[in-house]
C-alpha cells in the first residue's frame, strides 16, 4: 500500500489527550472480531512515545518486521531517527504498523516555540480495507471523549478526520482516514515531547 502522506500526518500530528488506558487487545490474538480503535489504543496510543515498548511488544508477538520500500512509505523525512514497521496478524487479518520518530522541523517548531529541541513520534496502524469508517470515527469519539476538531477533509483521495488535545508537557494529534467507499484506512497518533 502506497502511503506517501504519512509524512504530513507524522510531522503535523501535534496535541494531546485524555484518553484511556485500552484493553489487552495485544496479547489476544483470538478468533474473535478486531475493534480496530482497541487495538489502536493498546498498540500505538498507550505506548507512545515509547519506542521500546512499541518494539518489546513487536518481539514478544512475533510481529514481521517490515523493510525496504514497505517501510520507507511510513514517512518522507530524510533521515528520521527512528523508522520501525511490521506486518500484524489479528484474527486472520494483517495490518500494518509503523512507528517513525524525529526531531522537531523548523516549521513545527516555529508553531510550538516551547518545544523547540524536542521530538516527534508518530504511530500508525494501516487497515486492511473491512473496517467501516464509521464505526471507526464512532469508536474513536468515545475514545477521545469529544468531537473532532476537523471532518472528513479530503487529501491525496481520503478523508481525514482530525482530534486535537494538549497540555504544557506533550501536544498530541489524532487522525483517521477514509477512503471513497466509507472504509476506515488508517489511525494514527503522533505526540510533540519537549525536550527534557
Do not use: H
Not at 502506497?2 to 503535523?12: A, D, F, H, R, S
Not at 496535541?15 to 487487545?25: D, K, Q, T, V
Not at 519506542?51 to 517490515?66: G, H, L, S, V
Not at 516549521?107 to 486492511?128: H, K, N
Amino acid at each position: 500500500m502506497t502511503i506517501p502522506y504519512l509524512q504530513k500526518i507524522c510531522v503535523g500530528l501535534l496535541l494531546i489527550l485524555p484518553f484511556g488506558i485500552g484493553s489487552s487487545i495485544a496479547q489476544d490474538q483470538s478468533d474473535e472480531a478486531v475493534d480496530p480503535v482497541s487495538m489502536f489504543n493498546e498498540l500505538c496510543y498507550t505506548k507512545v512515545p515509547s519506542i521500546k515498548a512499541i518494539n518489546d511488544m513487536a518481539t514478544r508477538f512475533a510481529w514481521e518486521p517490515m523493510g525496504g520500500e514497505d517501510l520507507k512509505q511510513f514517512t518522507t523525512i530524510q533521515n528520521p531517527e527512528v523508522l520501525l514497521g511490521w506486518d500484524v496478524r489479528f484474527s486472520e487479518r494483517l495490518f500494518r504498523l509503523g512507528v517513525v520518530q524525529s526531531k522537531l522541523g523548523a516549521e513545527i517548531e516555529s508553531r510550538f516555540p516551547g518545544f523547540s529541541g524536542g521530538d516527534a513520534t508518530s504511530c500508525m496502524i494501516v487497515l486492511d480495507g473491512q473496517d467501516s469508517g464509521q464505526s471507526v470515527l464512532d469508536g474513536m469519539n468515545q475514545l477521545a471523549g469529544k468531537e473532532p476538531y476537523e471532518k472528513n477533509v479530503l487529501k491525496d483521495g481520503l478523508f481525514g478526520t482530525s482530534w486535537a488535545g494538549g497540555n504544557e508537557v506533550f501536544k498530541v494529534f489524532l487522525v483517521v482516514k477514509t477512503d471513497q467507499q466509507k472504509q476506515a484506512n488508517l489511525i494514527s497518533v503522533s505526540i510533540l515531547a519537549k525536550q527534557q
